[in-house]
């Protein structure tokens, strides 16, 4: 049968659910390890970052300094009810309980950490923010990447300290416990802007893509009309910071300068691709004079360089819709993402609701993230 919904074995040992064979061994790109408490960085803060932390603290570009923008956002909110740990902490902050629930249910082969805790890009203070995102990576080897190797760290770095940023970048070259960078898609400017070119060559010199998560704090309003009443209001506003990172990079000519780059967006959907790029190409036949250093339209940058995780899968009413979206993306630039352990997280045995060629399941489960991260 040709489908991505497929029925679920029964564990003859325990009697739980299994997933069927099709999707055993997939590669999971969005995973999100937590803290058991705010002093797991700790360990690997030295003595003078160490003291600032406890002396002074954090002072994040947000306008509600102490708290998250909406309840939603607090830590531990927005989880799956079943993934809070008996033994304390945070969900996605056991290992034992994420290996039960993703890594061993569906015998992932690999799964790429996406760290939403540490604050150093949002950190005013920008040597203590580099100090953090040196924590949190090597957290997440020595919680993570080596008590399990299936997990592959991404690397956090400040991008408002270049020299922190590249140093952190190439001191992780050549390690494959780490897949790809980590950089926030809210900035104080927009990611194209030759401020941050330096960052970026160091990723593509160090064969890592970049890794666009959404989220994150910058000090600007979160939507571009300003701050919304709501969070029904701010999390469709997403897609708002993934269209400029996409037109920022492309029309600030960045894949020109770097050729190699590849750019990975994370958990911001991608129903709105093909209508952005459209308006990019219309313009861009318009406007050439302003930009003569694009050789090519804005779509060709797109498909040559971008590449979009599933959750949240957008679903059209009608779902064979979903199919021509598949296909305008190109399904060796679509690679399968849990979200685990939010609320929203997807199921690979129900994340698509509409049946998909077995070619393209292949390509969206395991061999695009494969092939991009060099995974075994």
């Not at 030295?46 to 956002?73: D, V």
């Not at 779902?319 to 690679?335: N, V, Y």
């Not at 994340?351 to 390509?363: L, N």
């Amino acid at each position: 049968m040709n489908m991505t919904v497929l029925d679920r074995k029964p564990d003859a040992a325990t009697g739980a659910d299994r997933p069927a064979a099709a999707y055993m061994g997939f590669i999971d790109c969005d995973v999100h390890p937590y803290t058991k408490g705010p002093n797991d960085f700790d360990p690997f803060l030295s003595k003078r970052w160490l003291e600032h932390k406890n002396a002074i603290g954090g002072r994040p570009r947000q306008a509600l300094a102490k708290m998250p923008m909406y309840p939603r956002m607090s830590p531990g909110a927005g989880m799956r009810m079943d993934s809070w740990p008996k033994s304390g902490g945070h969900p996605g902050s056991d290992l034992p309980l994420m290996q039960e629930q993703l890594l061993d249910l569906f015998d992932v082969s690999a799964g790429l950490l996406a760290p939403l805790v540490g604050g150093s890009a949002a950190e005013r203070n920008v040597e203590f923010g580099s100090a953090m995102a040196t924590a949190v990576n090597e957290w997440q080897l020595a919680h993570w990447c080596i008590p399990d190797k299936r997990l592959k760290g991404a690397i956090q770095v400040n991008i408002e300290d270049t020299p922190g940023a590249i140093a952190e970048i190439e001191k992780r070259a050549g390690d494959r416990r780490f897949c790809q960078v980590n950089i926030p898609p809210r900035g104080i400017e927009p990611l194209g802007r030759p401020r941050y070119l330096p960052i970026l060559e160091a990723c593509a010199a160090n064969d890592f893509p970049i890794s666009l998560h959404l989220g994150g704090t910058s000090g600007h309003a979160s939507t571009g009309g300003g701050w919304p009443s709501f969070y029904h209001e701010e999390h469709p506003s997403y897609v708002q910071t993934m269209q400029t990172l996409v037109i920022s990079l492309v029309c600030e000519g960045v894949f020109e300068k770097i050729p190699n780059l590849k750019v990975v967006m994370v958990e911001g959907g991608f129903a709105w691709l093909p209508a952005l790029c459209w308006r990019l190409d219309k313009t861009w036949k318009r406007l050439k004079t302003e930009v003569p250093f694009l050789t090519k339209s804005p779509s060709e940058y797109v498909h040559e360089h971008f590449w979009v995780t599933t959750q949240p899968i957008e679903e059209p009413e009608r779902p064979q819709d979903m199919l021509s979206l598949l296909e305008w993306i190109g399904p060796e630039r679509i690679m399968f993402s849990t979200d685990y352990p939010h609320w929203d997280q997807d199921d690979p045995r129900y994340a698509f609701k509409v049946q998909i060629p077995r070619e393209w399941q292949e390509q969206i489960y395991k061999t695009n993230a494969r092939e991009l991260y060099h995974l075994d």
